[in-house]
């Protein structure tokens, strides 16, 4: 018996057809009432009458031949990995998907098929940490307002946390203004990911000291030291993330947009002071950090608190307008 090879090319034209094809049915797919973008002819994106297998409308229009703003908004429809495999499809396409203004949402959870064995759970999430990465350097940061990523931190060597600091500094070089970090994916371990010392080298060392270069230009580090890193960030949510005190007295200093702040399972969250001036600061959650020591909250306009934990003094100094408290842990048990 004679064995055959796929031919590359034909088996590349099927995977480009396939992917064109997907892309021509999501507006059939997602359907949006009261729908008042149009092409350049006067047809609402929301009416093209496409077929699952045809990339042209019953009037003739191929999808190749939409303006860009109307593929844009098809590519906004779609999840981030069905957006971003449109970009092999022709030199037109290969940006395109950049320019959509999105939330990124990256979970873990959401993989097709759940692992049955450790190795396999580890290679999925090295398959999830890449595809993670190899999006955000493909999209450069362009539009994105909104970052979540929820992770099995499995993997304890310095890779995956080199990983991880990526995603960080790309949040920092960005104008994205929600950032969700959750290394809580896969529950029952604490991983002892400790938030990177980024926040020390942008206000302790000489810019050519930095060791920030390791993870971006030095040039974009000395634009960030000027301009303020996370300066768009409006709402921080950290999860299983060890972050020290000095850290988030940053974001509460110098992100001054910040609205909502949660820190939860941080192992090295000790003396934290929420004090005004905090002009923005609405909500703030701190829960289950084992080894805090102490908590102040002085913010005049902050509006909801969560609190639970370990026994501490009553942190409530200052809190006028506060109208939601959620209290829990042993802090109930004793108050």
Known sequence: MNNHKADPHTYNLRKRKRI???????????????????????????????????????????????????????????????????????????????????????????????????????????????????????????????????????????????????????????????????????????????????????????????????????STGRALRSLGAFRSLRSLRLIDIDINDWAVHYFLSSCRYLEYLCIGASHATKNLQVVDPLANLKVLEISDCPNIECLVISASDLVSCTYVGKKISSPFKKVPNLSELTLGGEFCESH
């Open 20 to 218: 064109h094809d997907e892309v021509a049915a999501v507006d059939a797919r997602v359907k949006k009432p009261n729908a008042t973008t149009t092409t350049g002819i006067g047809i609402g994106i929301d009416n093209l009458p496409v077929k699952e297998h045809d990339t042209t409308t019953a009037t003739g229009i191929g999808i190749d031949e939409l303006p860009d703003d109307m593929l844009i908004a098809i590519l906004s429809r779609m999840s981030v990995k069905e957006a971003a495999r449109t970009s092999v499809l022709s030199s037109r396409w290969r940006n395109l998907w950049m320019s959509t203004s999105r939330d990124f949402v990256f979970d873990a959870a959401d993989m097709d098929t759940y692992p049955d064995t450790s190795t396999k759970a580890i290679m999925a999430m090295i398959d999830f940490r890449n595809m993670v990465y190899s999006t955000l350097q493909l999209h450069k940061g362009t539009g994105v307002d909104s970052l979540s990523i929820r992770f099995s931190n499995i993997l304890e060597n310095g890779v995956t946390r080199s990983y991880i600091n990526r995603w960080i500094c790309f949040v920092m070089a960005n104008p994205v203004q929600k950032f969700e970090l959750d290394l809580s994916v896969g529950g029952g371990f604490h991983y002892n990911y400790m938030f990177p010392e980024i926040v020390d080298w942008l206000t302790k060392y000489p810019t050519e000291k930095w060791l920030l270069k390791k993870f971006m230009p030095l």
